[in-house]
């Protein structure tokens, strides 16, 4: 049982950070109108009626729920096309269905924002071997690193034209599990431009997840041929049970959906089991999430930046997509506040977390996911992939007032354990 005056402590030290944030969030929230009177607008003009949540069957031959859907979100990125399907069962499903829709045998793709993520590198071929990658299709796979330093990526990208050409660039917008900040549309635009500069050609893939409706604006104004994401992330406002989508360029969204389908049939086809309505209410909502996960970032990095740790973003920075990164440098650490979080979660918060493997993940992973749809990273939740230095990767938060709950319940579970000071949370309640 934790004793009443360490919960006081948490709670006032939360409290006091939540307050020393009070500018950012009122920024934030302006931010929030801002998209929401989009979405808004672009509900109105696109005629958005109950007869867009009309169940269809079968294959979904002139579905009006789905062509409503995609031209809602094709107005929302400002994209010639989109396609929404519930087909895509995550967000690697998507990305790897553009990279098999565009690219062909001897063909090279350059990633710019150095190692992917880790489910897309058997996609790859990176890692593992024999099941169908892009290398076993004889698709040739480079990457340089320009978040490195950001400074220098002319010269990196400049230096690698000159001696190599590519057919696809792919960049991955957010961190994911790397100890890096996530890119801004601003620096993406930045990379469009000198990439279609030199090879008017070449397309640029942005791997959108975590970022939508974060910044003022999404990577297709800034020059990116085409982006994909999921919709159990940002989109979905913490609702939409499953799905995925694409946009872009409309001949190589159309690419895409020819492999996630077949030649010939692509985008014509696909129902959404009913789940027309989830889906724009969902992103009738998401501003809202999305507003609430990036509150909560902050706090996570306040909280554990005055405990001593190093943190990525820092509280109260720009930030351009969700993650919030933590390095904790122990093992047990780790596990121990992934378990407090799950303790904290309002589905399944009495399991234990235990480290695990992953399908299309090469170390265990620690994971705190008590949310209401499985792997959803727009409701609060936090994972660990259990490698030195032992970073944790927090986001998503459907309110601000959970995230608190749960930073509390952490302190004063640290505080009973004798795992930090109570001098230690002085600054924070000062």
Same mark, same amino acid.
């Given at each position: 049982?934790?004793?009443?005056?360490?919960?006081?402590?948490? !709670?006032?030290?939360?409290?006091?950070?939540?307050?020393?944030?009070?500018?950012?969030?009122?920024?934030?929230?302006?931010?929030?109108?801002? /998209?929401?009177?989009?979405?808004?607008?672009?509900?109105?003009?696109?005629?958005? *009626?109950?007869?867009?949540?009309?169940? #269809?069957?079968?294959?979904?031959?002139?579905?009006?729920?789905?062509?409503k859907?995609?031209?809602?979100?094709?107005?929302?990125?400002?994209?010639?096309?989109?396609?929404?399907?519930?087909?895509?069962?995550?967000?690697?499903h998507?990305?790897?269905?553009v =990279?098999? +829709?565009?690219?062909?045998?001897?063909?090279?793709?350059?990633?710019?924002?150095?190692?992917?993520?880790?489910?897309?590198? !058997?996609?790859? +071929?990176?890692?593992?071997?024999?099941?169908?990658? =892009?290398?076993?299709?004889?698709?040739?796979?480079?990457?340089?690193?320009?978040?490195?330093?950001?400074?220098?990526?002319? !010269?990196?990208?400049?230096?690698?034209?000159?001696?190599?050409?590519?057919?696809?660039?792919?960049?991955?917008?957010?961190?994911?599990? #790397?100890?890096? /900040?996530?890119?801004?549309?601003?620096?993406?635009?930045?990379?469009?431009?000198?990439?279609?500069?030199?090879?008017?050609?070449?397309?640029?893939?942005?791997?959108?997840?975590?970022?939508?409706?974060?910044?003022?604006?999404?990577?297709i104004?800034?020059?990116?041929?085409?982006?994909?994401?999921?919709?159990?992330?940002?989109l979905?406002?913490?609702?939409v049970?499953?799905?995925?989508?694409?946009?872009?360029?409309?001949?190589?969204?159309?690419?895409?959906?020819?492999?996630?389908? *077949?030649?010939?049939?692509?985008? *014509?086809?696909?129902?959404?089991?009913?789940?027309?309505?989830?889906?724009?209410?969902?992103? @009738?909502?998401?501003?809202?999430m999305?507003?609430?996960?990036?509150?909560?970032?902050?706090?996570?990095?306040?909280?554990?930046?005055?405990?001593g740790?190093?943190?990525?973003?820092?509280?109260?920075?720009?930030?351009?997509?969700?993650?919030?990164?933590?390095?904790?440098?122990?093992?047990?650490?780790?596990?121990?506040?992934?378990?407090? @979080?799950?303790?904290? *979660?309002?589905?399944?918060?009495?399991l234990?977390?235990?480290?695990?493997?992953?399908?299309?993940?090469?170390?265990?992973?620690?994971?705190?996911?008590?949310? @209401?749809?499985?792997?959803?990273?727009?409701?609060?939740?936090?994972?660990?992939?259990?490698?030195?230095?032992?970073?944790?990767?927090?986001?998503?938060?459907?309110?601000?007032?959970?995230?608190?709950i749960?930073?509390?319940?952490?302190?004063? !579970?640290?505080?009973?354990?004798?795992?930090?000071?109570?001098?230690?949370?002085?600054p924070?309640?000062?």
């Open positions: 049982m934790i004793l009443d005056n360490n919960l006081k402590l948490a !709670e006032n030290a939360v409290l006091s950070v939540e307050e020393s944030l009070s500018k950012v969030f009122q920024e934030r929230s302006n931010q929030v109108f801002r /998209k929401l009177e989009n979405i808004l607008t672009i509900f109105k003009e696109e005629k958005v *009626s109950t007869s867009h949540f009309n169940q #269809s069957s079968g294959s979904g031959h002139d579905d009006i729920s789905r062509e859907i995609d031209a809602v979100f094709a107005r929302l990125f400002l994209s010639e096309k989109a396609a929404v399907r519930m087909q895509f069962v995550s967000g690697t998507a990305i790897s269905s =990279l098999f +829709g565009i690219l062909r045998p001897g063909d090279v793709m350059l990633s710019l924002t150095g190692q992917p993520y880790d489910t897309l590198e !058997e996609v790859i +071929g990176i890692r593992g071997g024999g099941k169908g990658s =892009l290398k076993d299709f004889d698709i040739e796979y480079k990457q340089v690193n320009i978040c490195e330093n950001f400074d220098s990526f002319e !010269e990196k990208i400049v230096h690698f034209f000159k001696e190599n050409s590519c057919k696809l660039v792919f960049i991955q917008k957010s961190c994911g599990y #790397s100890w890096r /900040k996530s890119l801004t549309n601003h620096q993406i635009e930045k990379i469009c431009s000198l990439i279609h500069a030199l090879d008017p050609n070449c397309i640029c893939f942005v791997d959108n997840c975590y970022g939508e409706l974060v910044e003022d604006s999404e990577p104004s800034k020059g990116a041929n085409i982006i994909a994401g999921s919709l159990i992330k940002n979905g406002g913490t609702i049970p499953t799905g995925g989508y694409v946009a872009g360029d409309a001949e190589l969204v159309e690419m895409a959906c020819s492999r996630l389908t *077949s030649p010939g049939i692509g985008s *014509s086809v696909g129902i959404n089991f009913g789940l027309g309505r989830l889906i724009l209410q969902g992103l @009738f909502l998401a501003p809202q999305v507003h609430e996960s990036l509150k909560g970032a902050d706090m996570v990095a306040a909280v554990f930046k005055n405990l740790f190093k943190v990525l973003p820092e509280p109260a920075t720009y930030r351009s997509d969700l993650i919030q990164s933590v390095r904790l440098n122990n093992p047990d650490l780790v596990q121990k506040v992934c378990q407090s @979080f799950q303790n904290s *979660s309002p589905v399944d918060s009495f234990n977390v235990v480290p695990s493997s992953m399908d299309g993940y090469d170390s265990k992973l620690l994971m705190a996911g008590g949310t @209401f749809i499985e792997g959803s990273t727009s409701e609060f939740s936090a994972d660990a992939p259990l490698r030195d230095p032992y970073n944790i990767f927090v986001q998503g938060g459907s309110h601000i007032a959970h995230i608190k749960a930073l509390i319940r952490l302190l004063s !579970e640290l505080l009973e354990e004798k795992l930090i000071s109570k001098d230690s949370l002085l924070l309640s000062a």
